[in-house]
């Protein structure tokens, strides 16, 4: 355990499904991020919240939506997701202003049929 | 925007022969370099890391790398691999902009396969 844990560790859903990802940390980080990990291309940042509050968006489709509610936990909605969405999403949490790195999750492995 | 490259796709080795993993990046200004590891179904772990100070780092499992700024290279390396250091490996740069330093770009990996 890397104190970063995603449920599920796999989802299937159809293109007309709403599912959310779950991500919860307990080593008391207060920035957290989504990355998307697709086959042969770099991770992709996602969002990034730092104290609860949203501070980067990379241009992500709305299809996908955030949620903070605490800095213990971020969630990622899924709507209307198209068969390219399928990837590895991985969470990660840290402190900010601090250079620790990444505590990385073990990630969702979502396959969208 | 920084980017980070690495050269090799794809690299398969004997066990017991030397390892290095090229890795470069673009952004000009002040850096902190990080390798992670990701084992077969496993989450993506810290390797190592660069802040500053001596440019040569040390981390887990035997593995080094080499910070040279004039050629923005961050390689990894280890003397002798072992089949279980079979895994891909990750080259990040976080680069200092305002004080929030938390933002990684990643590159897009390496695979690293090590026969017995």
């Known amino acids: 355990e890397t104190g970063v844990t995603q449920t599920p560790r796999h989802l299937v859903m159809g293109m007309t499904n709403k599912k959310s990802l779950k991500c919860e940390q307990h080593?008391?980080?207060?920035?957290m991020y989504w990355y998307k990990q697709s086959a042969k291309k770099p991770l992709e940042l996602m969002f990034v919240?730092?104290?609860?509050?949203?501070?980067e968006n990379n241009s992500v489709p709305s299809r996908f939506s955030p949620e903070c509610p605490n800095s213990s936990h971020l969630f990622l909605h899924l709507h209307t997701l198209q068969p390219e969405d399928s990837a590895l999403y991985l969470c990660?949490?840290?402190?900010?202003?601090?250079?620790?790195?990444?505590?990385f999750g073990s990630g969702t492995r979502l396959t969208v049929v | 925007a920084q980017s980070v490259s690495q050269h090799n796709h794809h690299v398969i080795l004997s066990e017991a022969a030397s390892l290095e993993l090229g890795c470069n990046y673009s952004?000009?200004?002040?850096?902190?370099l990080f390798w992670y590891v990701q084992y077969p179904g496993q989450h993506l772990q810290l390797l190592l890391k660069?802040?500053?100070?001596?440019?040569l780092v040390k981390g887990i499992k035997g593995f080094e790398a080499e910070f040279i700024k004039s050629k923005f290279s961050f390689n990894l390396r280890k003397p002798s691999v072992q089949w279980s250091d079979t895994a891909e490996y990750f080259c990040?740069?976080?680069?200092?902009?305002?004080?929030?330093?938390?933002?990684?770009?990643f590159g897009k990996g390496t695979l690293l396969t090590v026969n017995p």
């Open positions: 990660a949490s840290s402190q900010d202003r601090l250079n620790y790195g990444y505590t």
């Open positions: 919240y730092s104290l609860e509050e949203r501070v």
């Open positions: 660069y802040f500053s100070g001596d440019p």
């Open positions: 990040a740069v976080n680069s200092l902009r305002g004080g929030s330093n938390y933002k990684l770009t």
């Open positions: 080593l008391g980080h207060n920035a």
């Open positions: 952004y000009g200004g002040t850096v902190n």
